[in-house]
């Protein structure tokens, strides 16, 4: 569906319009109306920040767009960041379970030392998950979670622990 925004003197007034609405309303697009182009708000990769949840609206091309501004973090940001991921990666109950993992810096996220392997999709079974067993330093199906309460995992003893 096509977008317009009204326009006086080369700025924007209030937000797009549907191209639907304003024909309804005026009969037609006024002359005042300018094309707009939607553009999503982008996912920020590892080391960039969304500096508005907001776009403005600039002119790309000779039609008005969203314009998000993207900044990439500075070295400190990212020596801040990863610290902060290792910090809660250690933090967190039986964190000793994943004491083998590192962190990627390029991607900023915590890496097993072994890849997860990818499931046999022909023997897929609701019940059974795989998870990293530190004690092995390896990945282990862990056993089916019991259904008659409210348990937890312990990674240490390989089995579920009720509440």
């Given at each position: 569906?096509?977008?317009?925004?009204?326009?006086?003197?080369?700025?924007?007034?209030?937000?797009?319009?549907?191209?639907?609405?304003?024909?309804?309303?005026?009969?037609?697009?006024?002359?005042?109306?300018?094309?707009?182009?939607?553009?999503?708000?982008?996912?920020?990769?590892?080391?960039?920040i969304l500096v508005s949840q907001e776009p403005t609206y600039q002119k790309v091309n000779n039609v008005w767009t969203d314009v998000w501004d993207l900044r990439d973090m500075t070295a400190e940001e990212k020596l801040a960041?990863?610290?902060?991921?290792?910090?809660?990666?250690?933090?967190?109950?039986?964190?000793?379970?994943?004491?083998?993992?590192?962190?990627?810096?390029?991607?900023?996220?915590?890496?097993?030392?072994?890849?997860?392997?990818?499931?046999?999709?022909?023997?897929?079974?609701?019940?059974?998950?795989?998870?990293?067993?530190?004690?092995?330093?390896?990945?282990?199906?862990?056993?089916?979670?019991?259904?008659?309460?409210?348990?937890?995992?312990?990674?240490?003893?390989?089995?579920?622990?009720?509440?």
């Amino acid at each position: 569906m096509n977008l317009y925004i009204e326009t006086n003197n080369g700025q924007t007034i209030n937000h797009p319009a549907f191209e639907d609405n304003l024909i309804q309303a005026f009969g037609s697009i006024p002359e005042r109306f300018e094309s707009f182009n939607r553009v999503e708000r982008p996912i920020p990769t590892a080391y960039q920040i969304l500096v508005s949840q907001e776009p403005t609206y600039q002119k790309v091309n000779n039609v008005w767009t969203d314009v998000w501004d993207l900044r990439d973090m500075t070295a400190e940001e990212k020596l801040a960041k990863q610290q902060f991921l290792r910090d809660a990666y250690n933090t967190r109950e039986q964190a000793s379970n994943w004491s083998a993992w590192t962190l990627d810096e390029v991607t900023c996220k915590m890496q097993p030392p072994i890849p997860c392997p990818v499931p046999d999709q022909t023997k897929i079974d609701a019940d059974i998950f795989t998870a990293w067993c530190g004690a092995e330093n390896n990945w282990k199906d862990m056993p089916v979670q019991p259904t008659d309460g409210q348990y937890k995992f312990d990674f240490f003893a390989w089995q579920w622990v009720a509440l």
